[in-house]
């Protein structure tokens, strides 16, 4: 079974920026879609992003598009997101999850099968 593991939270200053990466062991993200979700403190946990590998197409939801890219590298087994312009409200945990390719990046929350422990990211001057 694949086990996911995401890197890269800490605590910066609004405008800062950061990079998250999610490694995968006991498999590669081929085939899978890959999520990026968040759950800032006292509100529901939202998928903010995500790839499908057979096809390489991404979906950022609205509050981070254009600030978040993600990105794969198959070299290093991992995804990455790149994290610009960050302000308070992306205080949360970020969790990396994968899906079945054929659901796509309409992909629901439910349909994701692996999921990462999380990694705390605080946005605070």
């Known amino acids: 079974q694949l086990q996911l593991m995401e890197s890269g939270g800490g605590l910066v200053q609004p405008g800062g920026s950061l990079r998250l990466s999610c490694t995968a062991s006991?498999?590669?993200?081929?085939?899978?879609?890959i999520g990026w979700f968040r759950q800032a403190p006292g509100k529901e946990r939202e998928r903010i992003s995500c790839?499908?590998?057979?096809?390489?197409?991404?979906y950022y939801e609205e509050s981070v598009k254009g600030r978040f890219t993600m990105s794969r590298d198959a070299a290093e087994n991992t995804v990455n997101l790149q994290m610009l312009s960050l302000e308070p409200e992306d205080t949360g945990i970020y969790y990396c999850?994968?899906?079945?390719?054929?659901?796509?990046?309409?992909?629901?929350?439910?349909?994701?099968?692996?999921w990462g422990q999380g990694t705390q990211v605080t946005v605070s001057s």
């Open positions: 790839f499908n590998s057979t096809d390489g197409s991404i």
């Open positions: 999850a994968t899906a079945p390719w054929w659901v796509g990046i309409e992909s629901k929350e439910n349909d994701y099968l692996y």
């Open positions: 006991g498999g590669t993200f081929n085939y899978w879609v």
